[in-house]
């Protein structure tokens, strides 16, 4: 079989993005002895002072926390989380807690520039992995294996790898290439509402771009938030609510589907690059964590397991096979938790009814949150079990309901 290509014998690989998802993958290819280049089109987060982010904060739970293991990352972050037990909702002036888990579980809150920060560091632990910051990929030439960077003087520069990873968000630049190169089915919807991040610590409100297009002066904001959020208001201070929400950039919200995520042994997608999805669900870092760990998973199969036979340099064939059953693996897990984010998003939009039938259906059930968040069973399982038990649910609430109505009808003719 014909050996991938390198300057050197090594097998190389660039990886387009050091975000979250990015830095970690960088950390999972480094174990196997490839030699990692990460480019990044921000400055170093670890150096620069103020990082203009998304959330500050993040819920992480057991998908992402396999992730980090799976890399032998997760001290010195671990041991910075805060368990978050229930979330509050705020409906007019009342509010009301309610549990994430049926059996008291937690998810975690953590600081994304903090994880970001962490695992570049990991990553840099490995002297096969370096940084390239301010490096903007223009394009990719998949079958050369070379791409085209911008360096922000404007110059542009050359790279070659063996293997191309994007990882570079929800407006992928290494995805637009690919979609010139393989069939790629792709879906984007933007949803109505957008977000904006105000310190309370860390509070993220979501709402209509009509209502932050509706408030234009302070004045406008603080009638909002006394009408609709009164109690955030002294936890907030209004002089920092008004600062954060003129200053704070506004977010939209995407939702991305697409597949193949890879093409021939050149390239593969991983985190938002590959499926961007609406928040609600606390999973998008999640569940790139574990695209990391899914397709390591798929490489020790295929190409043999990291440190022993895996970490030798391996032929295109194989690299092409592990990159294929990595894309038909992972893509109806992926399509499941864009589904159920959009989902969640509805359901919470309107009243919160899930959690309340909670106590009335056995213990030995485990609910839908439970499997997405809590456990490792693959979203597009945790979906179909979902869905034939509404469809039981449903059949059962209509016998129940003609039961009803039968024995009503018994107890009237008995009267006449
Ligand atoms: P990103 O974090 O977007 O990183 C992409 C990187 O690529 C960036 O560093 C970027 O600078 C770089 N890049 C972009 N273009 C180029 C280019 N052309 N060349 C080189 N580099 C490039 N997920 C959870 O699991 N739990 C949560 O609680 C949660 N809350 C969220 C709340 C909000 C409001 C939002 C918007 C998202 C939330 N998410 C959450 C989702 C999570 O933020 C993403 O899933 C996660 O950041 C994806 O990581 P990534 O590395 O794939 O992409």
Redesign the pocket.
């Known amino acids: 079989s014909s050996p991938t290509r390198s300057q050197n014998g090594e097998f190389s690989v660039a990886v387009?993005?050091?975000?979250?998802?990015?830095s970690l993958a960088a950390v999972y290819f480094a174990s196997r002895g490839w030699t990692v280049t990460v480019?990044?089109?921000?400055e170093d987060i670890r150096t620069v002072k103020q990082s203009s982010g998304?959330?500050i904060n993040?819920?992480?739970s057991a998908r992402?926390i396999a992730g980090l293991e799976g890399a032998g990352v997760g001290k010195g972050l671990l041991d910075t989380l805060i368990p978050m037990k229930a979330r509050m909702i705020h409906v007019g002036n009342s509010q009301s807690s309610q549990n994430y888990g049926y059996f008291n579980e937690a998810i975690n809150s953590v600081d994304r520039k903090l994880v970001n920060q962490h695992l570049l560091n990991m990553a840099e632990t490995h002297k096969n992995v370096s940084f390239k910051f301010q490096?903007?990929?223009l394009s990719i030439d998949f079958d050369k294996k070379v791409l085209n960077f911008k360096k922000p003087d404007g110059t542009v520069v050359k790279a070659t790898a063996d293997l191309i990873v994007g990882?570079?968000?929800?407006f992928s630049?290494v995805r637009r290439e690919l979609m010139r190169v393989t069939r790629m089915n792709f879906m984007q919807e933007y949803i109505e509402h957008a977000?904006v991040e105000l310190n309370m610590p860390p509070v993220?409100l979501f709402m209509p771009w009509s209502n932050f297009e509706a408030i234009k002066s302070p004045t406008d904001l603080m009638l909002f938030f006394e009408q609709k959020f009164p109690d955030t208001i002294p936890l907030i201070g209004k002089e920092l609510l008004v600062k954060d929400y003129f200053k704070n950039p506004k977010?939209s919200?995407i939702s991305i589907k697409c597949k193949p995520y890879h093409y021939k042994s050149s390239c593969v997608i991983l985190?938002?690059?590959a499926h961007a999805m609406v928040?609600f669900y606390?999973?998008?870092?999640?569940c790139?964590f574990e695209d990391c760990l899914v397709l390591d998973e798929i490489f020790d199969r295929v190409l043999g397991k990291r440190g022993s036979a895996g970490s030798a340099r391996p032929s295109a064939e194989k690299v092409a096979k592990a990159l294929e059953e990595y894309s038909e693996l992972r893509n109806p897990d992926a399509e499941a938790i864009c589904d159920l984010a959009l989902n969640n998003y509805v359901e919470m939009r309107s009243s919160v009814t899930k959690l309340f039938l909670a106590p009335l259906v056995p213990k030995t059930v485990i609910p839908l949150y439970t499997m997405v968040s809590f456990s490792r069973i693959p979203y597009s399982k945790a979906l179909a079990i979902h869905e034939s038990r509404t469809k039981l649910y449903n059949w059962l609430g209509k016998v129940a309901g003609y039961s009803v109505v039968a024995v009503g009808w018994v107890l009237l003719l008995r009267l006449v």
């Open positions: 387009v993005g050091g975000g979250l998802v990015g480019y990044e089109l921000r998304r959330s993040l819920a992480l992402g490096y903007e990929v990882t570079d968000g929800a630049r977000y993220t977010g919200l985190g938002d690059a928040p606390g999973q998008g870092m999640n790139g």
